[in-house]
């Protein structure tokens, strides 16, 4: 049992040294009817010069919108070459530098009429 979860932890602090800390799964998203598209604005507790998350061991407890990689890789919001989501099958990653054509087109079909971007 203890052996479990020490090679969870080891396994969770492996898959963390495979970050690249590029800080783009910290920006804030749109989600438009299950599409992700990467915002400009970052989660205002990723330090800007370091890419590092300045409260990364209070995180949940900090910003309850921060989510765990599982649910990260379940709804999408690492992008296509983040180590933990490279050559998942069927793996969705986000739209980034979206056509603004093409967000004011999904954000159509989300409510429902134009949208001027
Ligand atoms: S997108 Fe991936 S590599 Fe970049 S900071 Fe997030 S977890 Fe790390
Ligand atoms: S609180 Fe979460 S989303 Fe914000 S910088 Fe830290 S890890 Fe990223």
Same mark, same amino acid.
């Given at each position: 049992?203890?052996?479990? %979860?020490a090679?969870?932890?080891? +396994?969770?602090? +492996?898959?963390? +040294?495979?970050?690249?800390r590029?800080?783009?799964?910290?920006?804030q998203?749109?989600? @438009?009817d299950?599409?992700?598209?990467?915002?400009d604005?970052?989660?205002?507790?990723?330090?800007p010069?370091t890419?590092?998350?300045? %409260?990364?061991?209070?995180?949940?407890?900090?910003?309850?919108?921060?989510i765990s990689?599982?649910?990260? @890789?379940r709804?999408?919001v690492?992008?296509?070459?983040?180590?933990? @989501?490279a050559?998942?099958?069927?793996?969705r990653?986000?739209?980034e530098?979206?056509?603004?054509? +093409?967000?004011?087109?999904?954000l159509?079909?989300? %409510?429902g009429?134009e @949208?001027e971007l």
């Amino acid at each position: 049992m203890g052996g479990k %979860v020490a090679s969870e932890k080891e +396994a969770h602090r +492996a898959r963390e +040294a495979t970050c690249r800390r590029c800080g783009r799964c910290c920006h804030q998203k749109l989600n @438009v009817d299950g599409r992700i598209f990467y915002l400009d604005t970052a989660c205002p507790h990723l330090d800007p010069e370091t890419r590092l998350c300045r %409260v990364y061991e209070r995180r949940f407890e900090v910003n309850p919108d921060c989510i765990s990689v599982g649910e990260g @890789v379940r709804r999408g919001v690492f992008p296509a070459d983040c180590p933990y @989501v490279a050559g998942l099958a069927g793996y969705r990653p986000p739209m980034e530098d979206p056509d603004p054509e +093409a967000l004011a087109d999904a954000l159509d079909a989300l %409510v429902g009429e134009e @949208v001027e971007l």
